[in-house]
């Protein structure tokens, strides 16, 4: 597994740290994910007990194994330690399959909301991705999600489009954005 840490400054709110998820993390993505009925209706994951969330946990550290999906635990940078309130989670996926692009997805604790934690975290992961080469980032919301349209516009993720619904994966329209970075290393518009 990765010992990637990202570190987001406390400017436009608390700090947060960007870390890959662990085993220990089980019992709190569990305390996050219950009774969340918007977190369940945007992701489609449902994390019931620590069984569930340590299985979810091992899928996300295989992504790190592989290089195809990178997933970070979101969470209140409280100390030098990397153990803060869980906030979110935020991933890079596709990476390897994408020629220089790849997908974001992300979701955020129903106290996290409103807090300015998925922009913050979206920006960090956005640079970080760009930084290590990738050329274009895809953001997948559902259309009704108007909270994830808000974040990805603000963090330059332009509307490039809808995509129709494709059950059961994808029971409804997607709003797909996009941004990417131009050939002198600066993030630009799609």
């Known amino acids: 597994m990765s010992d990637t840490v990202l570190r987001v400054g406390a400017e436009d709110g608390e700090a947060l740290l960007l870390r890959p998820w662990r085993p220990e993390d089980a019992a709190g993505l569990v305390r996050v994910q219950r009774g969340d009925a918007a977190l369940r209706r945007w992701t489609g994951a449902a994390v019931d ?3 569930a969330a340590a299985r979810w946990i091992a899928e996300q550290t295989r992504g790190w194994e592989t290089g195809d999906r990178l997933a970070f635990a979101v969470v209140a940078a409280e100390s030098a330690a990397l153990d803060g309130e869980l906030l979110g989670h935020i991933v890079l996926k596709e990476v390897l399959s994408g020629g220089g692009r790849a997908e974001v997805g992300y979701w955020t604790a129903a106290r996290a909301r409103g807090r300015g934690v998925a922009p ?16 274009r980032l895809e953001l997948l919301h559902q259309l009704d999600n108007t909270a994830s349209c808000r974040v990805a516009l603000k963090c330059g993720y332009e509307r490039t489009g809808t995509l129709p619904a494709a059950p059961p994966e994808y029971p409804r329209d997607g709003c797909l954005h996009a941004r990417r970075r131009d050939g002198q290393g600066r993030i630009a518009s799609t």
């Open 120 to 135: 913050r975290a979206l920006t960090a992961l956005t640079e970080w991705a760009f930084s290590g080469g990738l050329t």
């Open 49 to 51: 007990d620590e069984a």
